[in-house]
């Protein structure tokens, strides 16, 4: 299946700062790659659809400017995490579909402090 | 709003034992289902993909089983290992959701020596 690579795998920020994570579909060419954020305990939910070349759509109640999407090149979507608050700190994952199968990124542990 | 429920939500067996996880959802109008595994703090690895037209698939010691009409799968393990040893996922893609996934809040297995 896709082998999909995100990084950073952990990252600790200061409250106010940015914070960017990157996925990376490494054998396959993904016109379209999924974010999705897990609180402890909870089940993954869908941030937004990230779309190459074109915007975003995010989910409601996730706010746009605070995720901000990029998804420049077949191969590369990045999330950052703007203004970074305590209360953002959680898994965020990334996800392509090569067929009609889900493959997932290794996963970013974002600690704001 | 699809909503996908997994039972129970920590399981404890020792090793050699069959098991089996339970997973059901609201809408039957689903295009397939997957079973991850995620081991803490990691990224998810799928483990079966079930077709919305398939009842069962088989992966090593793991089969998955599916009846759409009334919503539920189950995932079987066989001879169960301590290195099974995971929280497993279930997720659903809805007939109209594009390629994005509903998941359960998963069942951690502790499979003890």
């Known amino acids: 299946g896709a082998v999909v690579s995100q990084h950073p795998s952990r990252v600790i920020c200061k409250s106010g700062t940015s914070v960017k994570i990157e996925c990376r579909s490494l054998?396959?060419?993904?016109?379209?790659m999924f974010w999705y954020r897990q609180f402890p305990k909870q089940s993954l939910m869908l941030m937004a659809t990230?779309?190459?070349?074109?915007?975003?759509?995010?989910e409601q109640g996730v706010e746009k400017d605070k995720f901000l999407i990029n998804h420049a090149s077949l191969t590369l979507s990045t999330l950052t995490v703007t203004s970074a608050h305590p209360e953002d700190s959680s898994f965020y994952i990334c996800?392509?579909?090569?067929?009609?199968?889900?493959?997932f990124g290794q996963g970013t542990r974002l600690t704001v402090v | 709003k699809q909503e996908v429920t997994q039972i129970p939500a920590a399981l404890s067996v020792p090793e050699g034992e069959n098991l089996v996880l339970n997973c059901s959802f609201t809408?039957?109008?689903?295009?397939?289902l997957q079973w991850f595994r995620q081991d803490p703090g990691k990224g998810l690895t799928s483990l079966l993909l079930?077709?919305?037209?398939?009842r069962e698939q088989t992966s090593g010691r793991l089969n998955a089983s599916l009846d759409k009409s009334s919503g539920r799968s189950t995932l079987y393990i066989a001879a169960s290992q301590p290195g099974d040893s995971a929280t497993y996922l279930c997720?659903?893609?809805?007939?109209?959701?594009?390629?994005?996934?509903?998941f359960g809040k998963g069942t951690s297995l502790l499979v003890t020596p």
């Open positions: 079930i077709q919305s037209s398939q």
């Open positions: 809408d039957s109008a689903i295009y397939n």
């Open positions: 990230s779309n190459e070349g074109s915007k975003a759509t995010y």
């Open positions: 054998d396959f060419q993904a016109t379209t």
């Open positions: 996800s392509v579909s090569q067929g009609t199968e889900a493959f």
């Open positions: 997720a659903v893609r809805p007939s109209n959701s594009g390629y994005a996934l509903n």
